[in-house]
């Protein structure tokens, strides 16, 4: 009866953590349409790149991204090279750049983190 017992608390454990495991992946979100050329009709190198969520829904990357960005480039056209700290209630942390004139911006609310690359131009 123990043995029972015992066996079908384990199955019902393991059964529990692929649920507990989707709930808390990582996904990879669309940030095409956050790029910018750095002319006219040239390629879009500069904005959002590599937008990832955990805990959260890929909406939700991109309109606080996008928050993110609209309050960067006011703080760049007020003459400030600022970053946000708080955008829509996530907390910011800017992250060791991995490529040139990139920052790599880190957000977190509660159980949910956003993270993306965010590259500038230089000229």
């Known amino acids: 009866m123990r043995r029972t017992a015992a066996l079908a ?25 956050l790029r910018y050329p750095f002319q006219p009709g040239g390629p879009k190198d500069f904005g959002v790149f590599k937008l990832r969520i955990t805990g959260g829904s890929c909406p939700t990357a991109h309109r606080v991204a996008k928050a993110w960005m609209k309050e ?17 209630g996530y907390a910011f942390t800017t992250l060791k750049p991995t490529e040139a004139q990139t920052y790599n911006e880190r957000g977190r609310k509660g159980e949910t983190t956003i993270r993306f690359s965010y590259r500038v131009p230089n000229g």
């Not at 608390?9 to 349409?33: E, F, H, M, R, Y």
């Not at 007020?78 to 829509?88: F, I, N, T, Y």
Request: hydrophobic share 50%; charged share 20%; aromatic share 2%.
């Open 9 to 33: 608390a384990a199955v019902l454990c393991v059964a529990a953590l692929p649920a507990t495991a989707d709930a808390a992946s990582t996904k990879t979100c669309s940030s095409s349409d």
């Open 72 to 88: 960067f480039e006011a703080n760049l056209d007020a003459g400030k090279v600022k970053l946000p700290r708080s955008v829509l």
